[in-house]
């Protein structure tokens, strides 16, 4: 199994704690992160060699993360694994799976590319390179089996992690804040890249909301202790020293349930702030010309995953030149003061919950245990 980053270390959890059960004495590695670890999962190179962003951030990284590719494949070649299973990740894994299966090994994907996003093209090179799908959004289903690829949709493992009833006060106590006072999260993204493009803009809308609310409180998770010394010595170049803003270790749910209001990265993310039912903006910043070459090969208007299942626009996107302070903070500040607006994205955001529920850990493990039989000539003991 190979996971790329800490989305997909989280998300490959819950698929390993359905398939250790069913699977006790195989052996489960490749690369994965401490969630995957917490399952059994032996990682044999550390997943953050492998955490990159962007068509041109990747360039300096290349030869590293291409060399490790074609080691893990020699491995795998050598060793001819009962299976093996991509996490998202698809510029790594799917040149990977399509190699492996080209030998005779059976490839799972899980995770289906945003071939309904852009890059449409791709799901020719799936068909070859991948065994079966198990994908996370019901609509994916049909677009894979009008494809002819094997495909099962399990729900969205998140779905699952994070209440309906989001309990705020309990959240707010864990992390030591007031019950009284508004919070608003920030999360400007877990990869470096990410805290460098989009940092400076959500802490200057933090400046400007705190001179509309002064009692405003602002908390920040950080991935890792990289990104958290990254972003404090950001948070020091912003000069927002006055404003009470906590930096702490992870817990980004916890910080997504304890808030009014979000700032949040496009991504996994901006999906777990709407299944905590919280209003946010998605907003987006990287490389101009990465940016310019993403933006021609889009085939719909949204970037953001709770906006892209809605169908339209139900939270306010700001990307590139128009993520400015300003329009962040105006964009959020209007949500929050807005009752009727908060009530009805709230139920549109539990609509959106129960669609995605289902029992993941158990529909993904019976999809990986049936493959391994069709292609063992009827067991599933692997290896």
């Known amino acids: 199994m190979v996971a790329g980053e800490s989305s997909g270390d989280l998300l490959a959890s819950r698929l390993l704690s359905g398939l250790r059960p069913r699977l006790p004495h195989?052996?489960?590695?490749?690369?994965?992160?401490?969630?995957?670890?917490?399952?059994?999962?032996?990682?044999?190179?550390?997943?953050?060699?492998?955490?990159?962003r962007g068509l041109f951030e990747v360039i300096p990284r290349y030869r590293e993360i291409k060399g490790i590719q074609n080691a893990l494949r020699d491995q795998l070649l050598a060793q001819r694994p009962a299976a093996f299973i991509g996490i998202d990740y698809p510029g790594f894994n799917l040149g990977l799976e399509l190699q492996l299966r080209e030998a005779g090994i059976p490839t799972m994907h899980f995770i289906g590319p945003q071939i309904w996003a852009w890059r449409g093209g791709r799901i020719k090179k799936i068909a070859r390179a991948v065994s079966h799908m198990l994908v996370i959004f019901p609509f994916e289903e049909e677009i894979y089996r009008r494809a002819g690829i094997p495909v099962t949709y399990v729900g969205h493992p998140l779905a699952e992690v994070i209440p309906m009833v989001p309990d705020q006060a309990a959240a707010r106590t864990a992390l030591g804040l007031s019950q009284q006072r508004r919070v608003v999260g920030?999360?400007?993204?877990?990869?470096?890249?990410?805290l460098k493009y989009n940092s400076a803009s959500?802490?200057?809308?933090?400046?400007?909301?705190?001179?509309?609310?002064?009692?405003?409180?602002?908390?920040?998770?950080?991935?890792?202790?990289?990104?958290?010394?990254?972003?404090?010595?950001?948070?020091?170049?912003?000069?927002?020293?006055?404003?009470?803003?906590?930096?702490?270790?992870?817990?980004?749910?916890?910080?997504?349930?304890?808030?009014?209001?979000?700032?949040?990265?496009?991504?996994?993310?901006?999906?777990?702030?709407?299944?905590?039912?919280?209003?946010?903006?998605?907003?987006?910043?990287?490389?101009?010309?990465?940016?310019?070459?993403?933006?021609?090969?889009?085939?719909?208007?949204?970037?953001?995953?709770?906006?892209?299942?809605?169908?339209?626009f139900l939270v306010p996107e700001l990307v590139q030149q128009a993520a400015t302070p300003q329009a962040l903070a105006d964009a959020l500040w209007q949500q929050m003061e807005d009752p009727a607006h908060l009530e009805r994205l709230r139920q549109r955001f539990i609509d959106m919950h129960h669609s995605l529920l289902r029992d993941t850990a158990n529909a993904s493990a019976q999809a990986v245990c049936a493959m391994l039989e069709r292609h063992a000539g009827g067991t599933s003991s692997g290896r």
């Open 202 to 312: 959500f802490l200057g809308a933090a400046r400007l909301l705190a001179q509309r609310d002064p009692q405003l409180q602002f908390v920040v998770p950080m991935a890792g202790d990289k990104q958290r010394a990254c972003f404090m010595q950001l948070l020091q170049q912003a000069g927002v020293a006055d404003l009470d803003i906590q930096v702490i270790d992870g817990q980004s749910h916890r910080v997504m349930e304890a808030s009014d209001a979000v700032l949040v990265a496009s991504g996994t993310a901006s999906l777990e702030v709407a299944l905590y039912k919280k209003p946010m903006v998605i907003a987006y910043k990287m490389m101009c010309a990465s940016y310019q070459i993403m933006r021609h090969m889009n085939y719909q208007p949204w970037i953001g995953l709770p906006n892209i299942l809605a169908r339209e």
């Open 26 to 52: 195989a052996h489960l590695h490749g690369i994965g992160g401490m969630h995957m670890a917490a399952e059994g999962f032996v990682s044999d190179w550390p997943m953050d060699k492998l955490t990159v």
């Open 186 to 194: 920030i999360l400007p993204g877990s990869r470096i890249s990410e």
